[in-house]
């Protein structure tokens, strides 16, 4: 089993539409989560840490599910400019820095 | 707009090359990171330096070799390199310490091995 999975899409979507993405990961001790956003042929940009309780940013909602392993986001109102590519990232246990990508989920949101 | 930095964007080398990839982070972080990612993969880690001290390396081929000269600069050494090293090779940086490890990443180097 791979450390951390995503569905890699794409998932088309018109604007308007909501979506949510999962990612599993398989180090019960893992202790930290991301999702970043990729643009086609740039660097992958933070978009939220996830946190236990759940957090919101305007449109995106990320939640863990510690039980079941795994870290969810979910856009609201989709926009055309929200078409990327979504990667999690999950960090595992003990003091170092290394911190594991999915293969990431691509979004495409049609006009 | 990012406040790592990396130069150059694009690079062309011949395996024979000697060439150095840079990076500068001006976010007070003291962990930083070399990754490589292929086209639709993911980063995948290359080494992590903390404190300016080299303390993850993924078992990546000595043709690559990090240097970390002071808290805020990073620079991969390229040599000899083959054609299925092209890629675009990010810089990262993030706290060392505490709960806060979310990293940021410089816009990366495009590197094409001829």
């Known amino acids: 089993r791979k450390e951390v999975e995503q569905d890699p899409g794409p998932f088309n979507v018109p604007e308007g539409a909501t979506v949510a993405f999962n990612c599993t990961y398989s180090?019960?001790?893992?202790?930290?989560f991301f999702w970043y956003r990729q643009d086609c042929r740039k660097e992958p940009k933070l978009l939220m840490s996830?946190?236990?309780s759940g957090n919101e940013d305007g449109r995106f909602t990320a939640q863990l599910n510690r039980a079941s392993q795994y870290i969810s986001l979910l856009i609201r109102d989709s926009k055309l400019s929200d078409s990327a590519t979504y990667l999690c990232?999950?960090?595992?246990?003990?003091?170092?820095?290394?911190?594991?990508f999915g293969t990431g989920t691509k979004l495409q949101v049609i006009p | 707009d990012t406040e790592v930095t990396q130069t150059p964007k694009h690079l062309v080398m011949g395996m024979t090359n000697k060439k150095s990839l840079k990076c500068e982070q001006h976010?007070?972080?003291?962990?930083m990171y070399w990754y490589k990612q292929k086209a639709k993969k993911p980063p995948e880690l290359m080494f992590v330096?903390?404190?300016?001290?080299?303390?993850i390396n993924e078992s990546v081929p000595s043709r690559f070799s990090p240097e970390c000269p002071n808290s805020s600069l990073l620079n991969l050494h390229l040599h000899a390199l083959q054609p299925e090293d092209s890629a675009l090779y990010l810089c990262?940086?993030?706290?060392?310490?505490?709960?806060?490890?979310?990293?940021?990443f410089g816009p990366g180097t495009r590197l094409t091995v001829t």
């Open positions: 976010m007070g972080h003291r962990a």
């Open positions: 990262a940086s993030s706290q060392a310490r505490g709960t806060d490890y979310e990293q940021y």
């Open positions: 180090n019960s001790a893992s202790q930290s």
């Open positions: 990232a999950v960090k595992g246990s003990g003091g170092y820095q290394k911190v594991t």
């Open positions: 996830v946190y236990s």
């Open positions: 330096y903390s404190y300016e001290k080299l303390s």
